[in-house]
């Protein structure tokens, strides 16, 4: 084996071990580990075919479903670096993405193909389109058909002549907190590792052949990442499932319905689920307090929450319905996997307090803006510092890489901007991002992208976009609008024009009018006046 755990190798060894057990599921498709490989061997072949070198970029441009993984699999086979697709990008954002990484190869669900036939003359560097077929659009003639692909023998060596590493990389690109989306960096060894780490029985640290293998005593869990695999909450959720040789099974509607969720937890047996918060949580309880007897959902018994709180009154409702749940909030980032965790059983929740407290994890320390360690019960504000198994860095971006990646005593950290206290008794409280970036149902939303946008209407002078609280999405894009003659654009108009350039998650939800947003002499804006304004407004309406 290469120098370091490498995901591909990782997987080959599950196959030869358990070649017949269920590895993808979705909807009435099940492929086993044997045929997940062969398929995916395939379609490694043809892009290697295609010119590419070692770790050229591949895209997925995808919705959840079998080919996500299979495609991920095949670039990971071939030597090939990936880069996650936010599927609700509009065109501009699609083409800053596929430039920013440098991408060759896109795989693409065909209700894309219109999208992408407005940019292709835009990201001239990709040498090859594969087009999934969702039965919305004929092939187009720039494209190839990824089931033939996969259908067929390699046409060619699926491993590329620079063999497979844990150097290899993965690029999970974040809008993240300070701007344009980024590329984080993980090496494939980083992320094995890091996902591992809370495991029962780890892997050893370093590449061993066989030991993957011996950890096997047949099939794994069964695993339903609620979230897109777009996002690192539902990739990493995957990949870490199917390391222990278990399955993972995703939903096929494209919008979340927690009927088909609960339905296939009961049809599938599965085991774990990981959501995003209240956004997915209280549908859920909604839906099981209105029929409690109609699912039965005895093996479930994990669910983890990343990227979003929720309340403690929805997990006792769901307690209430299934007593065996463990219920995991986990602090953490495309960043920094496992910086805390939060864990609620029906025996515990009782005595804890709120969900923002945290148990630090055993490379994860609270730090003031000096690299001191913030002092139990001091009610100092310090940003929790993760080491150990971390990115490399953000792609192409060394002065970001700098400010987050950061060496405190000689030991390098990741610090993704998580602000806390740390309680006499070590808890941690989480405060939230340092910066105005907004978490809605577990989509990052820049500011000031939005406010760009929208002060290219008619009439508006200035904007400022702030976060309100949101019962069901942990927060709601509220924009703030000063125009030129007093006038009023309505709720409609803005998010329509909105909609027209960006992602439908980074549509305002609530307009309040201002005579003025208050810039200062140095054009900043004062964000917290101005969330506490636009809630004033919002809740005397």
């Given at each position: 084996?290469?120098?370091?755990?490498?995901?591909?190798?990782?997987?080959?060894?599950?196959?030869?071990?358990?070649?017949?057990?269920?590895?993808?599921?979705?909807?009435?498709?099940?492929?086993?580990?044997?045929?997940?490989?062969?398929?995916?061997?395939?379609?490694?072949?043809?892009?290697?075919?295609?010119?590419v070198?070692?770790?050229?970029?591949?895209?997925?441009?995808?919705?959840?479903?079998?080919?996500?993984?299979?495609?991920?699999?095949?670039?990971?086979s071939?030597?090939?670096?990936?880069?996650?697709?936010?599927?609700?990008?509009?065109?501009?954002?699609?083409?800053?993405?596929?430039?920013?990484?440098?991408?060759?190869?896109?795989?693409?669900?065909?209700?894309?193909?219109?999208?992408?036939?407005?940019?292709?003359?835009?990201?001239s560097?990709?040498?090859?389109?594969?087009?999934?077929?969702?039965?919305?659009?004929?092939?187009?003639?720039?494209?190839?058909?990824?089931?033939?692909?996969?259908?067929?023998?390699?046409v060619?060596?699926?491993?590329?002549?620079?063999?497979?590493?844990?150097?290899?990389?993965?690029?999970?690109?974040?809008?993240?907190?300070?701007?344009?989306?980024?590329?984080?960096?993980?090496?494939?060894?980083?992320?094995?590792?890091?996902?591992?780490?809370?495991?029962?029985?780890?892997?050893?640290?370093?590449?061993?052949?066989?030991?993957?293998?011996?950890?096997?005593?047949?099939?794994?869990?069964?695993?339903?990442?609620g979230?897109?695999?777009?996002?690192?909450?539902?990739?990493?959720?995957?990949?870490s499932?199917?390391?222990?040789?278990?399955?993972?099974?995703?939903?096929?509607?494209?919008?979340?319905?927690?009927?088909?969720?609960?339905?296939?937890?009961?049809?599938?047996?599965?085991?774990?689920i990981?959501?995003?918060?209240?956004?997915?949580?209280?549908?859920?309880?909604?839906?099981?307090?209105?029929e409690?007897?109609?699912?039965?959902?005895?093996?479930?018994?994990?669910?983890?929450?990343?990227?979003?709180?929720?309340?403690?009154?929805?997990?006792?409702?769901?307690?209430r319905?299934?007593?065996?749940?463990?219920?995991v909030?986990?602090?953490?980032?495309?960043?920094?996997?496992?910086?805390?965790?939060?864990?609620?059983?029906?025996?515990?929740?009782?005595?804890?307090?709120?969900?923002?407290?945290?148990?630090?994890?055993?490379?994860?320390?609270?730090?003031?803006?000096?690299?001191?360690?913030?002092?139990?019960?001091?009610?100092?504000?310090?940003?929790?510092?993760?080491?150990?198994?971390?990115?490399?860095?953000?792609?192409?971006?060394?002065?970001?890489?700098?400010?987050?990646?950061?060496?405190?005593?000689?030991?390098?950290?990741?610090?993704?901007?998580?602000?806390?206290?740390?309680?006499?008794?070590?808890?941690?409280?989480?405060?939230?991002?340092?910066?105005?970036?907004?978490?809605?149902?577990?989509?990052?939303?820049?500011?000031?992208?939005?406010?760009?946008?929208?002060?290219?209407?008619?009439?508006?002078?200035?904007?400022?976009?702030?976060?309100?609280?949101?019962?069901?999405?942990?927060?709601?894009?509220?924009?703030?609008?000063?125009?030129?003659?007093?006038?009023?654009?309505?709720?409609?108009?803005?998010?329509?024009?909105?909609?027209?350039?960006?992602?439908?998650?980074?549509?305002?939800?609530h307009?309040?009018?201002?005579?003025?947003?208050?810039?200062?002499?140095?054009?900043?804006?004062?964000?917290?006046?101005?969330?506490?304004?636009?809630?004033?407004?919002?809740?005397?309406?």
């Amino acid at each position: 084996m290469s120098r370091g755990w490498n995901i591909s190798e990782i997987f080959d060894e599950i196959r030869a071990t358990i070649p017949d057990a269920p590895a993808l599921i979705h909807g009435d498709v099940e492929r086993t580990w044997n045929v997940m490989h062969q398929r995916s061997e395939s379609l490694a072949a043809i892009m290697l075919a295609s010119g590419v070198s070692e770790q050229s970029k591949v895209a997925q441009y995808l919705y959840n479903g079998p080919e996500y993984l299979e495609s991920v699999l095949a670039a990971f086979s071939a030597g090939l670096a990936v880069v996650n697709t936010n599927y609700r990008y509009a065109a501009d954002e699609l083409v800053y993405l596929w430039d920013n990484a440098d991408v060759e190869v896109v795989v693409f669900h065909g209700s894309f193909t219109e999208r992408i036939e407005e940019i292709r003359d835009r990201v001239s560097d990709v040498k090859l389109w594969i087009r999934v077929d969702d039965d919305s659009t004929a092939l187009p003639n720039w494209a190839i058909d990824y089931e033939t692909i996969v259908s067929a023998p390699p046409v060619g060596p699926a491993h590329g002549p620079w063999g497979r590493s844990g150097d290899h990389l993965l690029l999970l690109y974040t809008g993240g907190t300070t701007g344009m989306p980024k590329g984080v960096m993980w090496r494939q060894d980083d992320l094995v590792g890091a996902l591992d780490a809370s495991n029962r029985r780890r892997l050893p640290e370093s590449a061993t052949p066989g030991a993957v293998a011996e950890r096997l005593s047949g099939p794994g869990p069964r695993g339903l990442p609620g979230a897109p695999l777009m996002h690192g909450t539902g990739f990493f959720n995957a990949i870490s499932t199917m390391m222990l040789g278990g399955s993972t099974t995703t939903l096929t509607g494209r919008r979340f319905d927690v009927n088909e969720l609960l339905d296939t937890i009961e049809q599938r047996r599965i085991n774990s689920i990981s959501i995003v918060g209240d956004a997915f949580a209280k549908p859920m309880l909604a839906a099981l307090d209105a029929e409690p007897k109609r699912w039965d959902l005895s093996s479930l018994r994990v669910i983890v929450s990343s990227g979003v709180m929720w309340a403690r009154t929805t997990k006792e409702g769901l307690l209430r319905h299934n007593p065996r749940l463990i219920m995991v909030d986990t602090l953490g980032s495309s960043e920094a996997i496992g910086m805390a965790s939060n864990v609620s059983t029906r025996e515990s929740i009782g005595a804890r307090g709120g969900t923002a407290r945290f148990q630090l994890g055993p490379n994860t320390r609270v730090v003031d803006d000096a690299g001191n360690d913030v002092q139990r019960g001091s009610g100092q504000r310090g940003r929790v510092a993760l080491r150990g198994r971390t990115p490399i860095g953000y792609y192409k971006d060394a002065e970001k890489s700098a400010a987050t990646f950061q060496v405190i005593d000689g030991v390098r950290y990741s610090i993704p901007g998580d602000w806390a206290e740390v309680e006499t008794d070590g808890t941690v409280v989480l405060l939230g991002r340092g910066s105005q970036c907004i978490n809605t149902g577990g989509e990052k939303v820049y500011p000031e992208e939005v406010e760009e946008i929208i002060k290219t209407m008619p009439t508006v002078r200035d904007c400022a976009v702030v976060g309100v609280p949101d019962d069901r999405f942990g927060e709601a894009i509220c924009a703030i609008v000063e125009t030129d003659d007093g006038s009023k654009p309505e709720l409609s108009q803005i998010s329509h024009h909105v909609r027209q350039h960006l992602a439908g998650y980074k549509v305002p939800r609530h307009v309040v009018h201002v005579s003025s947003v208050g810039r200062a002499v140095n054009g900043k804006l004062d964000y917290r006046t101005l969330r506490t304004e636009a809630l004033e407004r919002i809740d005397g309406a």
